[in-house]
Protein backbone atom coordinates (compact mmCIF):
# COMPACT_ATOMS: atom_id res chain seq x y z
CA UNK A 1 0.00 0.00 0.00
CA UNK A 2 1.26 3.75 -0.80
CA UNK A 3 1.32 6.33 1.97
CA UNK A 4 1.69 9.83 1.06
CA UNK A 5 2.64 12.04 4.32
CA UNK A 6 1.71 15.59 4.69
CA UNK A 7 3.71 17.72 6.81
CA UNK A 8 4.60 20.64 8.30
CA UNK A 9 7.57 20.93 11.01
CA UNK A 10 9.92 18.50 12.84
CA UNK A 11 8.26 15.62 11.20
CA UNK A 12 8.43 13.39 14.47
CA UNK A 13 5.21 11.59 13.52
CA UNK A 14 6.64 11.31 10.37
CA UNK A 15 9.41 9.46 11.47
CA UNK A 16 6.94 7.09 13.91
CA UNK A 17 5.68 6.12 10.09
CA UNK A 18 8.70 5.63 8.81
CA UNK A 19 9.96 3.41 12.11
CA UNK A 20 6.76 1.46 11.51
CA UNK A 21 7.10 0.77 7.67
CA UNK A 22 10.57 -0.36 7.15
CA UNK A 23 12.71 -2.95 8.96
CA UNK A 24 12.36 -6.51 9.56
CA UNK A 25 8.64 -7.21 10.38
CA UNK A 26 6.96 -3.76 9.70
CA UNK A 27 4.25 -2.88 12.03
CA UNK A 28 2.82 -0.69 8.80
CA UNK A 29 2.13 -2.71 5.73
CA UNK A 30 2.62 0.43 3.76
CA UNK A 31 5.22 2.30 2.12
CA UNK A 32 5.76 6.29 2.22
CA UNK A 33 5.93 7.20 -1.68
CA UNK A 34 5.93 10.85 -0.92
CA UNK A 35 6.59 13.27 1.73
CA UNK A 36 4.98 16.80 1.42
CA UNK A 37 6.03 19.83 3.42
CA UNK A 38 4.03 23.25 3.10
CA UNK A 39 7.27 24.65 5.02
CA UNK A 40 10.72 25.05 2.95
CA UNK A 41 12.84 24.00 6.48
CA UNK A 42 10.47 21.31 8.00
CA UNK A 43 13.00 19.23 9.78
CA UNK A 44 10.80 16.11 8.15
CA UNK A 45 12.51 16.78 5.50
CA UNK A 46 15.69 15.65 6.45
CA UNK A 47 13.83 12.46 8.20
CA UNK A 48 12.24 11.95 4.83
CA UNK A 49 15.50 12.29 2.30
CA UNK A 50 17.38 9.79 5.56
CA UNK A 51 15.15 7.44 4.81
CA UNK A 52 15.50 7.87 1.04
CA UNK A 53 11.97 9.15 0.84
CA UNK A 54 10.61 11.73 -2.58
CA UNK A 55 9.93 14.91 -1.24
CA UNK A 56 8.10 18.03 -2.43
CA UNK A 57 8.09 21.31 -1.34
CA UNK A 58 4.71 22.78 -1.36
CA UNK A 59 4.61 26.51 -0.06
CA UNK A 60 1.43 28.84 0.51
CA UNK A 61 3.98 31.95 0.78
CA UNK A 62 5.39 30.68 -3.25
CA UNK A 63 1.90 31.03 -4.04
CA UNK A 64 0.54 34.70 -2.29
CA UNK A 65 3.96 36.25 -3.30
CA UNK A 66 3.24 39.73 -4.33
CA UNK A 67 -0.59 39.64 -3.63
CA UNK A 68 -0.71 42.22 -0.96
CA UNK A 69 -2.58 40.81 2.55
CA UNK A 70 -5.22 43.04 2.18
CA UNK A 71 -6.78 41.90 -0.98
CA UNK A 72 -8.25 39.29 0.04
CA UNK A 73 -10.19 38.14 -3.11
CA UNK A 74 -6.77 37.10 -4.63
CA UNK A 75 -6.04 35.34 -1.45
CA UNK A 76 -8.06 33.18 -1.78
CA UNK A 77 -8.20 32.17 -5.39
CA UNK A 78 -4.31 31.46 -4.71
CA UNK A 79 -5.02 29.05 -1.65
CA UNK A 80 -7.83 27.76 -3.37
CA UNK A 81 -4.97 26.72 -6.29
CA UNK A 82 -2.30 25.91 -3.40
CA UNK A 83 -4.99 23.53 -2.24
CA UNK A 84 -5.74 22.44 -5.73
CA UNK A 85 -2.18 21.91 -7.16
CA UNK A 86 -1.74 19.91 -3.98
CA UNK A 87 -4.20 17.50 -4.73
CA UNK A 88 -2.76 16.55 -8.02
CA UNK A 89 0.58 16.25 -6.41
CA UNK A 90 -1.42 14.00 -4.43
CA UNK A 91 -3.12 11.98 -6.97
CA UNK A 92 0.14 12.11 -9.21
CA UNK A 93 1.38 9.21 -6.68
CA UNK A 94 -2.08 7.04 -6.89
CA UNK A 95 -1.42 6.79 -3.22
CA UNK A 96 -4.03 4.38 -1.01
CA UNK A 97 -3.72 6.66 2.10
CA UNK A 98 -2.87 10.23 2.89
CA UNK A 99 -1.49 11.03 6.46
CA UNK A 100 -1.70 14.60 7.71
CA UNK A 101 1.29 14.36 10.26
CA UNK A 102 1.47 17.60 11.70
CA UNK A 103 0.15 19.54 8.71
CA UNK A 104 -0.61 22.96 9.83
CA UNK A 105 -2.95 24.36 7.32
CA UNK A 106 -6.77 23.69 6.76
CA UNK A 107 -7.23 21.46 3.88
CA UNK A 108 -10.17 23.29 1.76
CA UNK A 109 -12.45 21.61 -0.47
CA UNK A 110 -10.34 22.52 -3.59
CA UNK A 111 -8.10 19.62 -2.18
CA UNK A 112 -10.76 17.70 -0.57
CA UNK A 113 -13.38 17.62 -3.43
CA UNK A 114 -10.69 16.07 -5.83
CA UNK A 115 -8.60 13.75 -3.68
CA UNK A 116 -12.69 11.79 -2.66
CA UNK A 117 -13.11 12.03 -6.40
CA UNK A 118 -9.87 9.63 -6.71
CA UNK A 119 -11.48 7.84 -3.60
CA UNK A 120 -8.53 8.46 -1.44
CA UNK A 121 -9.28 8.22 2.40
CA UNK A 122 -7.58 11.30 4.57
CA UNK A 123 -6.13 10.72 7.88
CA UNK A 124 -5.67 13.40 10.50
CA UNK A 125 -3.62 13.89 13.87
CA UNK A 126 -5.28 15.89 16.38
CA UNK A 127 -3.10 16.21 19.84
CA UNK A 128 -6.47 16.60 21.66
CA UNK A 129 -9.55 13.96 22.28
CA UNK A 130 -12.72 14.34 19.57
CA UNK A 131 -14.50 17.33 20.00
CA UNK A 132 -11.76 19.32 21.91
CA UNK A 133 -9.45 21.84 21.58
CA UNK A 134 -9.97 22.34 17.48
CA UNK A 135 -7.68 23.75 15.70
CA UNK A 136 -3.66 24.92 16.71
CA UNK A 137 -2.21 25.04 19.84
CA UNK A 138 -4.39 22.17 21.14
CA UNK A 139 -1.73 21.01 23.71
CA UNK A 140 -0.92 23.80 25.03
CA UNK A 141 -5.01 24.68 25.58
CA UNK A 142 -5.54 21.38 26.90
CA UNK A 143 -2.72 21.81 29.58
CA UNK A 144 -4.06 24.93 30.66
CA UNK A 145 -7.51 23.36 31.13
CA UNK A 146 -6.11 20.55 32.91
CA UNK A 147 -4.41 22.71 35.27
CA UNK A 148 -7.32 24.83 35.94
CA UNK A 149 -9.39 21.66 36.48
CA UNK A 150 -11.56 22.53 33.60
CA UNK A 151 -10.81 18.55 32.22
CA UNK A 152 -9.59 15.69 34.09
CA UNK A 153 -7.86 13.54 30.94
CA UNK A 154 -6.61 14.58 28.12
CA UNK A 155 -5.04 12.63 24.65
CA UNK A 156 -4.32 12.49 21.08
CA UNK A 157 -6.87 11.31 17.95
CA UNK A 158 -6.36 10.42 14.44
CA UNK A 159 -9.36 10.98 12.52
CA UNK A 160 -10.96 10.99 9.14
CA UNK A 161 -10.40 14.61 7.66
CA UNK A 162 -13.46 16.20 6.78
CA UNK A 163 -13.97 20.31 5.66
CA UNK A 164 -15.01 21.18 9.28
CA UNK A 165 -11.39 21.56 11.03
CA UNK A 166 -10.26 18.27 13.07
CA UNK A 167 -14.25 17.16 13.15
CA UNK A 168 -13.99 14.11 11.03
CA UNK A 169 -15.06 10.73 12.63
CA UNK A 170 -11.94 9.34 15.05
CA UNK A 171 -10.28 6.13 13.89
CA UNK A 172 -8.27 6.19 16.84
CA UNK A 173 -8.34 8.05 20.15
CA UNK A 174 -5.61 7.82 22.81
CA UNK A 175 -6.27 8.83 26.41
CA UNK A 176 -4.10 10.08 29.46
CA UNK A 177 -4.74 11.53 32.94
CA UNK A 178 -4.18 15.21 33.63
CA UNK A 179 -1.22 15.49 36.75
CA UNK A 180 -1.76 18.19 38.83
CA UNK A 181 1.22 20.54 38.63
CA UNK A 182 2.91 18.97 35.47
CA UNK A 183 4.55 21.26 33.16
CA UNK A 184 3.39 21.81 29.90
CA UNK A 185 6.57 20.89 28.38
CA UNK A 186 6.40 17.31 30.51
CA UNK A 187 2.49 16.91 29.27
CA UNK A 188 3.48 17.93 25.88
CA UNK A 189 5.70 14.84 25.89
CA UNK A 190 3.28 12.85 27.03
CA UNK A 191 1.34 13.59 24.06
CA UNK A 192 4.24 13.77 21.61
CA UNK A 193 4.80 9.56 23.09
CA UNK A 194 0.75 8.66 22.34
CA UNK A 195 0.89 10.59 19.19
CA UNK A 196 3.61 8.50 17.70
CA UNK A 197 1.84 5.37 18.40
CA UNK A 198 -1.88 6.63 17.16
CA UNK A 199 -0.10 7.84 14.36
CA UNK A 200 0.89 4.76 13.03
CA UNK A 201 -2.36 2.40 14.63
CA UNK A 202 -4.51 5.31 13.21
CA UNK A 203 -2.50 4.56 9.35
CA UNK A 204 -2.68 0.59 9.58
CA UNK A 205 -6.25 1.04 10.16
CA UNK A 206 -7.57 3.38 7.77
CA UNK A 207 -5.54 1.23 5.19
CA UNK A 208 -7.32 -2.14 6.36
CA UNK A 209 -10.67 -0.27 6.05
CA UNK A 210 -9.97 0.59 2.31
CA UNK A 211 -8.62 -3.26 2.01
CA UNK A 212 -12.23 -3.92 3.67
CA UNK A 213 -14.47 -1.87 1.49
CA UNK A 214 -12.00 -3.09 -1.79
CA UNK A 215 -13.16 -6.69 -0.91
CA UNK A 216 -16.59 -6.07 -0.09
CA UNK A 217 -17.15 -3.98 -3.42
CA UNK A 218 -15.31 -7.13 -5.16
CA UNK A 219 -17.80 -9.45 -3.41
CA UNK A 220 -20.92 -7.57 -4.25
CA UNK A 221 -20.20 -7.53 -7.72
CA UNK A 222 -22.29 -10.15 -9.52
CA UNK A 223 -20.80 -12.83 -10.83
CA UNK A 224 -21.16 -13.36 -14.51
CA UNK A 225 -22.75 -16.26 -15.25
C1 LIG B 1 1.60 17.42 16.69
O1 LIG B 1 1.31 17.72 18.03
C2 LIG B 1 0.75 18.21 15.78
O2 LIG B 1 -0.57 18.32 16.17
C3 LIG B 1 1.44 19.54 15.83
O3 LIG B 1 2.79 19.30 15.98
C4 LIG B 1 2.93 17.94 16.32
C5 LIG B 1 3.41 17.22 15.09
O4 LIG B 1 4.72 17.30 15.19
N1 LIG B 1 1.25 20.24 14.62
P1 LIG B 1 5.67 16.53 14.18
O5 LIG B 1 5.93 17.48 13.04
O6 LIG B 1 5.00 15.26 13.73
O7 LIG B 1 6.87 16.26 15.02
Given at each position: ???????????????????????????????????????????????????????????LK?YNAGIPKASKKKRKRARDQFDAD????????????????????I?SLA???????????????????????????????????????????????????????????????????????????????????????????????????????????????????
Open positions: AKIVVLISGSGSNLQALIDASTGENPTLKGDICRVISSSDSAFGLERAKKAGIPTTIHTSLAKLVINENPDLVVCAGWMLLFLNPISKANIPIINLHPALPGTFEGTHAIERSWEAGQKGEITKGGCMIHYVIEAVDLGEPIVVKEIPIIKDETVEAWEERIHNLEHIAIVEGAQAALDATKNTETEEKSNVEEVP
